[in-house]
């Protein structure tokens, strides 16, 4: 099937199977990998973008369903130069280790901050739930992620 | 002095950061080359069976399918077993039995997931296709999957009867005895170590690229430890000469432990690679990562410690049962006996203890070493044990680890059970975790947790560890086929920046940071001026990589030995530029003084000077650039007191871990930002085990925990804030000063979790992990008591 999607502000028209995931469109034609796969049954959050604005595991979004949608990953929300609030409270904080859940972890704790009225401890540790981080144990993450609300 | 900013000491943010943050980290998974193909594994279905026939016909008219290759094939090419490296001899003197461990199976299958074959396609989903369609008949035969009665079992291992390893005693038996009974108390504890699959974020994964040309193999994969999965591929495995076989470990996605062993996959991949002449690829799925990866602990185990009349320890003895899975992992022998039966002094003075170990085969996953790898299983024996002791003599479970604790004046000291520990407080990160945890305050908050429904208790662990595996010359001698040094090299470039290359490798703590300021510390030169290389055998000499809590107590000790080289060096090139002799050049925040007048060049000109040596000592070559090997004369022994406070709803059986606080001593600390991380980390995993964790397999051997949605990891609202803090006891035999922190979190948690979910409960033991339906069950066993 043929699709066409915004990603990171550039428009692309793929031919590609429909069975064809989101994730893999992103990873392995649009070569951005810095989305991850870290699970097979959506349980680990490592392949978060943004889909027209809110957080979806990109391994659970078929072609179709991202046909004419607008996609944000890790690389379209800041630079180096540049960084997003989110992705500088990450670093300031020491909310990574390993670094391969990151980039769901901010995508999720961006929507997070953008669509949560009041914010504390709890409901920045249950909004992060469908995210898994091996290596933190979270202290550091919640911490960023109040950081970053704070500065919001 | 060093840079209060950058220096030692300093809590220095992560420059590693800035790509892992973006999106640009460089995981194995992301690397493409030109013509590469992907392979998907055959696995087997079934915990143990007698392989028939592999019948490859269908599968290999698959349009894409590049080749189907088995066990056979791999044999015919000379590829051998995967080794253990380390033979533990057992306690009648004979050598561990070990069984063949071909990486595709040959013969027989020996666990849920042991690979069978490898379908290689010119994409992954021809290659996931394929291998569906590959056609293995299997002879059944009975697996053996219950630990308790696997030396009761059919054998699985040709010759090896009673599916024993070994049998492995360490301590002194008639005089343990003894003491024990002449004890005026003695407190006996059945425990289970349940099995955990350790799931880093990152699944394995390999990338084999064959030169025919040159003859030249290189592999990206997921490892903690490349040059040592190169020795074994290359010695062991016959995969390539070792100097024709580059082993590159990019970015990696966590490890604790499950990524220092030598796999049948990766070497499958490399092979192939060579074989087929293209490039091969694979990438775990997360339900061959619980499958395949080797697990963690997995042992029973009873215990007795007596006391005498006024609480003091009179003796240990421990027998445990150690699941080491189907086959014998890389360095699976060495953890339930080494790392495991040494450990058992814990912080105290208990002058008799003797431990035996059965390591047994089950047609299970191989278990292996996972974060603490056995010290985590010997902290839950003598903590568990110490807080009943406590309970039954009805003692206040912090004042009796007290009485019992080795003090200040007993170091150097030795323990019944081999080590000595060189140094510690332990009274004061004791004393400190009271403080934090508001000790006295406890039976307030239960009493008040009472009213709400919920049952209140507190839990401590006060453990010890030893990290930093050494020295080479005594691990030889016990068996270990490799050394225990780490090398490091310090080179400094003409124009005065610094390139740092470390054995170690970090996959998420943070080696490119703190071996940065490691080294602009001692040379005194700026921190953005030192790059840390790591992680390649084409760029770096030689190591041993990272595991034990090992990086910085070996590999920043190689580092400062070759800092050092660099900075005498130097001093004979300052003394002949400033015209003086070198024992008139003092050496001091990056520069060489003349003692005798104010003259003074820096470090940085000195290595320019020696890179272009117009002016240069006669006989000095030219270069400032050292290596250095550092083989460490003892463990290092972080400790430290872990304390728990947990409620449990009397309704659901939820356990809520409502406080915990870690007080560590880890020597000197290089940067707090990146050891009060490791901590958390480390408890969490602690607490997963304990509230959260179980890899489970049915009476036939499949694994009944094998995935995300069985297998419960720790997620975000499971967990509290934990209250961390550090005091300090400098190692006395490392030039850092330094002991460890990767492991400790793991190591003292558990214990300390499942002594408050027994307070809580009032019960002597509850077996891990302490989930809702097994509380609820005894809290209803407690209702219909009543």
């Given at each position: 099937m043929q699709i066409t999607l915004s990603v990171n502000g550039r428009s692309h028209t793929l031919d590609v199977p429909e069975n064809t995931l989101l994730v893999d469109i992103i990873r392995e034609r649009l070569r951005l990998t810095g989305t991850h796969v870290g699970c097979d049954t959506s349980q680990c959050g490592a392949c978060t973008v943004h889909m027209d604005g809110r957080a979806v595991k990109s391994c659970t979004v078929l072609a179709g369903q991202a046909d004419g949608a607008s996609i944000t990953t890790i690389e379209g929300i800041g630079t180096v130069d540049a960084l997003h609030p989110m992705q500088a409270a990450f670093r300031e904080c020491h909310a990574l280790q390993c670094g391969f859940c990151t980039p769901g972890m901010i995508m999720t704790a961006i929507d997070l901050v953008e669509n949560t009225s009041q914010l504390d401890g709890s409901t920045v540790r249950e909004g992060l739930k469908g995210n898994l981080c091996r290596c933190t144990g979270y202290h550091n993450i919640v911490k960023a992620v109040l950081s970053a609300a704070d500065k919001a | 002095m060093g840079n209060p900013v950058t220096g030692i000491g300093a809590a220095v943010v992560r420059r590693e950061d800035a790509r892992f943050i973006t999106g640009a980290g460089r995981y194995t998974d992301d690397i493409r080359v030109e013509g590469q193909a992907y392979a998907v594994f055959v696995r087997s279905p079934y915990a143990h069976a007698r392989i028939v026939e592999i019948d490859c016909a269908q599968a290999s008219e698959i349009p894409g399918v590049v080749a189907i290759l088995t066990g056979d094939d791999m044999q015919a090419d000379g590829i051998g077993s995967l080794p253990c490296g380390w033979n533990v001899t057992q306690k009648d003197g004979t050598d561990m039995r070990v069984p063949p461990h071909p990486p595709l199976a040959t013969g027989h299958v020996n666990y849920v997931g042991d690979p069978v074959a490898v379908v290689v396609a010119e994409s992954l989903e021809t290659a996931r296709q394929a291998a569906e369609a590959v056609a293995v008949e299997f002879d059944e035969l009975p697996p053996v999957v219950d630990l308790a009665t696997a030396q009761v079992s059919?054998?699985?291992?040709?010759?090896?009867t009673h599916n024993l390893a070994y049998e492995w005693e360490l301590g002194d038996r008639e005089a343990t005895d003894a003491a024990l009974a002449g004890a005026a108390h003695v407190t006996r504890l059945d425990l289970v170590n349940n099995r955990l699959i350790p799931n880093a974020m990152e699944p394995r994964a390999a990338l084999g690229i064959h030169d025919a040309a040159t003859g030249e193999h290189t592999l990206y994969t997921t490892s903690q430890n490349p040059h040592l999965a190169r020795l074994i591929l290359s010695?062991?495995?016959?995969?390539?000469p070792e100097h024709k076989l580059r082993i590159i470990a990019p970015d990696v996605g966590g490890g604790f432990g499950s990524k220092i062993f030598v796999y049948g996959e990766e070497t499958t991949v490399i092979w192939a690679a060579r074989r087929l002449r293209r490039p091969v690829k694979w990438t775990a799925d997360r339900s061959e990562s619980f499958l395949a990866d080797a697990h963690g602990r997995d042992h029973l185990t009873h215990a007795e410690l007596g006391l005498d009349a006024e609480g003091r320890f009179v003796a240990l003895k421990v027998h445990t049962v150690a699941n080491l899975g189907a086959y014998l992992s890389t360095f699976a022998s060495a953890v339930p006996t080494y790392l495991y039966g040494t450990l058992l002094a814990g912080q105290y003075r208990t002058p008799c203890i003797h431990v035996e170990v059965h390591g047994v085969y089950t047609n299970t996953a191989p278990v292996d070493a996972y974060r603490g790898a056995g010290r985590p299983e010997a902290t839950y024996v003598v903590e568990r044990i110490v807080e009943n002791a406590a309970r039954e003599t009805g003692r206040d479970p912090a004042e009796l680890r007290r009485l019992n604790m080795i003090r200040p004046e007993d170091f150097p000291y030795q323990t019944p059970v081999a080590l000595v520990y060189d140094t510690g407080n332990y009274e004061q990160s004791l004393d400190r975790a009271l403080e934090l945890a508001d000790y006295r305050g406890f039976s307030e908050r239960r009493r008040q947790s009472a009213a709400n429904g919920r049952r209140r208790g507190i839990g401590f662990a006060c453990y010890i560890e030893a990290c930093g595996l050494a020295p080479s010359r005594l691990a030889i001698s016990l068996g270990a086929g490799v050394g225990l040094y780490e090398s490091g090299e310090v080179r400094f470039n003409p124009t005065g920046s610094v390139t740092v290359f470390t054995g170690t490798h970090s996959h998420g703590q943070g080696h490119e940071t703190t071996f940065a300021q490691v080294v602009s510390h001692r040379l005194g030169v700026p921190f953005e001026a030192v790059e840390v290389v790591h992680g390649d055998t084409g760029r770096i000499e030689f190591g041993l990589g990272t595991y034990g809590s090992r990086s910085l107590a070996v590999g920043g000790s190689a580092l400062v030995l070759a800092a050092d080289k660099v900075i005498e060096k130097g001093r004979l090139i300052a003394a002949h530029l400033m015209e003086s002799s070198p024992d008139n050049v003092d050496f001091e925040d990056g520069a060489y003084r003349l003692k005798d007048s104010n003259r003074s060049m820096t470090i940085q000109e000195v290595a320019f000077a020696s890179y272009v040596p117009g002016n240069y000592p006669d006989g000095l070559e030219p270069g400032l650039s050292e290596k250095a090997f550092y083989d460490p004369e003892n463990f290092t022994y972080p400790a430290g007191t872990h304390i728990a406070e947990v409620e449990v709803d009397e309704q659901t059986g939820v356990v809520s871990l409502v406080n915990f606080i870690a007080v560590d001593d880890?020597?000197?600390?290089?940067?707090p930002l990146v050891v009060h991380g490791q901590v958390h980390g480390g408890v969490a995993q602690g607490v997963g085990q304990a509230l959260l964790e179980v890899g489970r397999y049915d009476a036939t051997g499949q694994?009944?925990?094998?995935?995300m949605m069985d297998y419960c990891l720790p997620r975000a609202d499971d967990l509290p804030d934990f209250v961390v803090d550090t005091t300090v006891t400098p190692c006395t035999h490392n030039p850092l000063g330094v002991k460890g922190c990767g492991e400790a979190g793991a190591i003292g948690s558990p214990a300390a979790v499942m002594n408050a979910v027994t307070d809580a409960l009032g019960v002597p033991d509850l077996a891990m992990p302490a989930t809702p339906e097994k509380v609820w069950r005894e809290l209803r066993r407690q209702r219909e008591q009543a």
């Open positions: - | 059919a054998e699985i291992h040709a010759g090896i010695a062991f495995v016959n995969v390539a880890f020597g000197r600390i290089v940067n694994l009944l925990t094998g995935t």
